[in-house]
């Protein structure tokens, strides 16, 4: 089992910036990828950034160039830095952790939300 617990959403001008923070614990070993993924009112959920253990990155075209995905693997902790934020960004950001297996697991936090006014 994988707990994840976000933070730092909030309030954000357009233009400006915020970094989302995720805590693991529990079977952190095992995790094989960690991401960041939001789902804006009325839309289904979308990718935002995902980074392997191997520290391979897929980011949304979304967010290329203003978005950084960063692990520290002493605190189990995947961070998600925004800058450049637009009004669309407006979301909750739910952090997202895979356990590759024959039948693979995802677990989920409960959520950040994320708001950028005009």
């Known amino acids: 089992q994988v707990q994840l617990v976000e933070s730092g959403g909030g309030l954000a001008q357009s233009g400006g910036s915020l970094r989302l923070s995720c805590v693991a614990s529990g079977s952190m070993s095992s995790i094989d990828v960690m991401g960041w993924y939001r789902q804006a009112p009325g839309k289904e959920r979308e990718l935002v950034a995902t980074?392997?253990?191997?520290?391979?990155?897929n980011d949304a075209d979304s967010v290329k160039g203003r978005f950084i995905i960063s692990r520290d693997n002493s605190k189990n902790t995947v961070y998600l830095q925004m800058n450049s934020l637009k009004p669309e960004d407006t979301a909750v950001y739910y952090c997202?952790?895979?356990?590759?297996?024959?039948?693979?697991?995802?677990?989920w936090g409960k959520g950040t939300l994320v708001t950028v006014s005009s």
């Open positions: 980074l392997a253990i191997g520290g391979s990155r």
């Open positions: 997202n952790a895979v356990i590759e297996a024959v039948r693979p697991m995802n677990y």
